[in-house]
């Protein structure tokens, strides 16, 4: 079965831009996670999409951050504008229900300058 | 809400030898149980979770954990090391009703040749 797909591997910026990142989780699965995991750091859920409803953005910076998972399926992350703490990997991960083991993809590294 | 915590941020041991990577979690049920693996530039791969039954469970690459309610402790062995072993592990904990996972902040594991 395929994995969970990231894309952009790399993302380097300046800060106050905007940047984009997309994810498509394993087909049939419901369930879709966004992780910000900062060098040194565990992994740290940022939103959570049931099929194309949000479950949990209670730690998503909704000033900045926004996500969406239209018709279920793939997902997009963005920042808008981009700050300097924002340097970090951003992995995407799929189950196939909630309480079912996550599937992570590769991560997008984004830098900020 | 529950907590992991990764005592150990770096642990060296020499190629063939024993592991054991602990983890101490804060939870008031029965929590869900993970242990991930993650290579550098890489996403998450679950290497073993625990959900209910046996508390030593077996998971891939020839590791195992065992689950103790009394001590809260949910560590990760490996009898011989490989030098493919070295790595980034995370322990995470997640809510029986919902997927709230929650991931400690990493041990990275060197092996010697």
């Known amino acids: 079965e395929a994995g969970v797909a990231q894309s952009p591997r790399y993302k380097i910026i300046e800060k106050r831009q905007s940047v984009a990142f997309w994810c498509n989780p394993i087909s049939g699965h419901a369930t879709l996670y966004w992780y910000q995991q900062i060098l040194g750091q565990g992994p740290k859920l940022l939103i959570q999409f049931q099929n194309n409803g949000v479950v949990d953005d209670s730690q998503l910076p909704k000033d900045r951050f926004s996500a969406e998972r239209l018709k279920g399926v793939d997902s997009t992350l963005k920042i808008q504008p981009a700050k300097l703490e924002d340097s970090a990997v951003y992995l995407c991960?799929?189950?196939?229900?909630?309480?079912?083991?996550?599937?992570f993809g590769d991560g997008t590294r984004l830098s900020i300058l | 809400a529950q907590s992991v915590t990764q005592p150990d941020i770096h642990i060296t041991v020499s190629e063939g030898a024993s592991l054991e990577l602990r983890c101490n979690y804060s939870?008031?049920?029965?929590?869900?149980l993970f242990w991930y693996v993650q290579s550098p530039g890489q996403g998450l791969q679950l290497l073993l979770k625990?959900?209910?039954?046996?508390?030593l469970v077996q998971g891939i690459k020839g590791f195992e954990a065992e689950f103790k309610r009394s001590q809260s402790s949910f560590n990760l062995r490996k009898p011989s090391v490989h030098w493919s072993d070295a790595a980034e592990y995370f322990c995470?904990?997640?809510?029986?009703?919902?997927?709230?996972?929650?991931f400690g902040a990493g041990t990275r594991l060197t092996v010697k040749p």
């Open positions: 991960a799929s189950s196939l229900e909630v309480g079912q083991p996550q599937h």
């Open positions: 625990y959900f209910s039954g046996d508390t």
């Open positions: 995470a904990v997640g809510a029986r009703n919902n997927n709230d996972m929650r």
């Open positions: 939870y008031g049920a029965t929590p869900y």
